[in-house]
């Protein structure tokens, strides 16, 4: 699977924007975006997903940038629940789809 | 919809012991992930099965673990003999369509092996 490279730690503020990027540079075109977050003491979850359209859901908004070399997970309004660590994985469809995690993102939100 | 359930959530056993883990998934969800997270790290796949069959293991250690599915539904993970840096949580994970539908994860098993 092509690698992501995703900063070790952000802050931000309660009510304000985050913006997480990620970079995948080998990325291939059939190679889907995926972005999980895990609460402290939690399993993952999923946020969001995409292959070359920007996306939004309930969660959160995937910038994709044109040519796919790199991504940007948007949460509009963060607030304290959202503390975690974020997770950007690259993977393709079909029986052989795998999940590979990197060490993600740690998120921290301050009130 | 019911999550993914595993049991037990903790589980300390001393090393050289053997201890299983059981994880059910969505109903319906063919693929089934286990994956082992030790601290300060991200998860690592371990095994994955579609419906009962093996798709990728190459990650498990086959000399002390195992795995199966049987029916396609319930899995259980097996670790015999431990050592102690098997200590991590071991998490299960399904989902509908894999690459296409998100995967779903259980709570985990922390498991301390001293």
């Known amino acids: 699977d092509a690698k992501t490279t995703q900063p070790n730690s952000m802050e931000s503020n309660e009510e304000e924007p985050v913006h997480l990027p990620c970079n995948h540079s080998?990325?291939?075109?059939?190679?889907?975006i995926h972005w999980y977050r895990q609460l402290p003491s939690q399993g993952p979850e999923y946020v969001i997903h995409?292959?070359?359209s920007n996306v939004n859901n309930r969660m959160a908004s995937l910038a994709i940038a044109e040519d796919r070399k790199s991504s940007t997970l948007i949460l509009h309004r963060a607030t304290l629940r959202d503390a975690a660590v974020y997770y950007c994985?690259?993977?393709?469809?079909?029986?052989?789809?795998?999940?590979?995690f990197g060490k993600g993102t740690l998120l921290t939100v301050n009130p | 919809e019911a999550g993914v359930a595993q049991s037990p959530r903790y589980k300390i056993i001393e090393k050289r012991q053997s201890v299983a883990f059981w994880c059910n998934p969505i109903?319906?969800?063919?693929?089934l992930y286990w994956y082992q997270q030790i601290l300060g790290q991200g998860p690592k796949l371990l095994i994955q099965?579609?419906?009962?069959?093996?798709?990728?293991d190459s990650q498990l250690p086959k000399d002390r673990f195992s795995a199966e599915r049987l029916k396609g539904v319930d899995s259980t993970l097996k670790i015999q003999p431990a050592k102690l840096e098997d200590s991590a949580v071991y998490l299960c994970?399904?989902?509908?369509?894999?690459?296409?539908?998100?995967?779903?994860f259980g709570q985990g098993t922390r498991l301390t092996v001293v």
């Open positions: 995409g292959l070359t």
């Open positions: 994985i690259l993977s393709r469809g079909g029986s052989n789809y795998k999940l590979t």
């Open positions: 080998t990325i291939s075109g059939t190679d889907y």
């Open positions: 099965f579609q419906n009962n069959g093996v798709v990728d």
């Open positions: 109903s319906g969800h063919a693929t």
């Open positions: 994970a399904s989902s509908l369509v894999p690459g296409v539908t998100e995967a779903f």
